[in-house]
Structure formats: structure tokens, C-alpha cells
């Protein structure tokens, strides 16, 4: 059974974005990778981010009335697995129990399938789609401002591909596609 091989990040939902952001460069001496009015990813090592924050004001203006889940708070927590074929294997192992991802995307530098646990407790199971170097480059481009937010992919196509041999290289390449939405129910209620 494929375990995760590390602890990736974690992801607040707030409506304190600034003073979020703040409060963790003086805490954890940690550097803003890439911030938009909406999203900020931090770092404090060698790990592409550490922290990301989702200004929930961006999304919801104060006073609109709030959701399911609490609007501020921890959205969700982040597992990196060793390598493609044992996020896929989990995938495959997952789904047997009736366990299947609510958002499976490819973030530009990273592979990631979301879960939620019978609480609702949002985690990210991901796998690394390039050196952390190479991720924190692609946070500062042009192109993840475009799109920070990533592509939806197909696990079962994926899985497919991994079972037929496909070199594990092209399974970590974003596919073509539209900018995904994050699930309204699971990310911003």
C-alpha cells in the first residue's frame, strides 16, 4: 500500500488575507511565492509553498451569508505522495472502498486528487510534477498568474494510462484545458 512520503502544506480560507499573509512572513519568516487578489502561496524552505491563503473576500463580499462549512479557517491539508504510480494506486485502492476524489486537477506543479472525510475535512493527495525549483519558477510566471488555479483531469484515464505503461514523465504534464473552478461546496461554502 502506498503511504504519503511527506507533508506538503496546508491551505486557509480567510477574510483577514493581508494579515494572514503577514502574520506568517514574521512567524515562519516566510516568502510570498505568488500573491493576486485572491490567492497567496508561501514558503519558509526548499518546498515550492507551505501556506496558501484564500481570501475569502474576493469571493464573497462581507455580509453575504455564509455556506456549509465555516468560511475562514483550515481548508484543507496537503500530502505529497513518491511518484505517480503510488498517488494512482491510492486512487485505484480508494475507490474500491467507494472513496473517490471531489477534484482531481493538475495544478501546473503538481498532480492533486481532493478528498473529503466523513466530517468534511478537506485533504489534497499530490504528487510533485517537477523539482520545487522549477515549481516556485512557474509560480512566478506569467502563466500561473493566468491560470493559479490549474486544469481538471480524468483519474480513470489517467490510472488507465499508468496501467498501459505510458511513461510516468507525460503523466505529470498539464493537460490543455480551461482554468478550473474550485468546487463551490468544497472550497468557498
Known amino acids: 500500500m502506498a503511504k504519503p512520503s511527506k507533508f506538503a502544506h496546508v491551505v486557509y480560507s480567510t477574510r483577514r488575507f493581508d494579515e494572514m499573509i503577514d502574520w506568517y512572513q514574521k512567524v515562519f519568516e516566510a516568502k510570498v511565492v505568488h500573491q493576486d487578489p485572491m490567492l497567496a502561496f508561501l514558503t519558509y524552505d526548499d518546498e515550492h509553498h507551505r501556506f496558501a491563503f484564500i481570501n475569502m473576500s474576493a469571493f464573497k463580499p462581507d455580509g453575504a451569508e455564509a455556506g456549509g462549512r465555516a468560511e475562514t479557517g483550515v481548508n484543507h491539508v496537503a500530502y505529497t505522495y513518491a511518484n505517480p504510480g503510488d498517488l494512482l494506486d491510492t486512487y485505484a485502492r480508494l475507490k474500491q472502498s467507494g472513496i473517490t476524489p471531489y477534484w482531481p486537477i493538475h495544478h501546473g506543479m503538481t498532480l492533486s486528487f481532493y478528498y473529503q472525510d466523513p466530517d ?23 502563466a500561473f498568474a493566468a491560470n493559479p488555479i490549474g486544469v481538471d483531469v480524468d483519474p480513470e484515464a489517467l ?15 498539464m493537460p490543455q484545458g480551461q482554468m478550473s473552478q474550485i468546487p463551490v461546496e468544497h472550497g468557498l461554502s
Open 120 to 142: 468534511g475535512n478537506r485533504m489534497e493527495f499530490q504528487v510533485d510534477c517537477c523539482t520545487s525549483e522549477e515549481a516556485k519558477a512557474y509560480m512566478l510566471s506569467d
Open 159 to 173: 490510472l488507465a494510462q499508468y496501467r498501459s505503461g505510458v511513461p510516468v514523465e507525460k503523466l505529470l504534464v
